[in-house]
């Protein structure tokens, strides 16, 4: 499976945007990339995906870059309650089951 | 709309004992399941996933089985736990290719 590097740790201060940045050097053509946030005792949510053009909806926007090799969470103002683990993982578009791994992910700590 | 159920949410158990963890998913039908743990501080670890009735594929070696006797239902066990099988488990979904995950809210699992 092709990896994902994410930072561990990010900070923002409450209502400000936040960027999430998220590198996948190795991704294929067909791999889609997919966002979720894990909040404390929960289980992972679904935040949002895309493949190659940007991406927005009511959670947050996915920005791609044009080489695929990295893409950027945004949520464009940071809330108490977007304090969560944001992983960035990879999915290929090959029918059926998806295998995917969960890497660490980003902390986010937002500020009040 | 769909929805994932798991159950118990909490569970403490003695070592040496059996475990069973079921889990069931309403408003769709033949999605991908999946069973994932995460150990305190750590990432998600893909344990099984199953594409169909009878279906079972296992990721990694352990004490741990899995099974799925209907379309919606996913159940995990072991015969004996192990300290080392403590842990947050997760139970997801998912339908079609390149599309989200869906997650249920988890069972937290403390062997003792």
Redesign the interface.
Known sequence: DAKTTQPNSMESNEEEPVHLPCNHSTISGTDYIHWYRQLPSQGPEYVIHGLTSNVNNRMASLAIAEDRKSSTLILHRATLRDAAVYYCILRANSGGYQKVTFGIGTKLQVIP | SQTIHQWPATLVQPVGSPLSLECTVEGTSNP?LYW?RQAAG???Q?LF?S?GIGQI?S?VPQNLSASRPQDRQFILSSKKLLLSDSG?Y?C?W?VG??????????T?LTVL
């Open positions: 991908n994932y750590r990432g998600l893909l996933y594409v594929s990721e947050f997760l997801a998912s290719s390149g599309m989200g995950q869906f997650f249920g809210p988890g937290r």
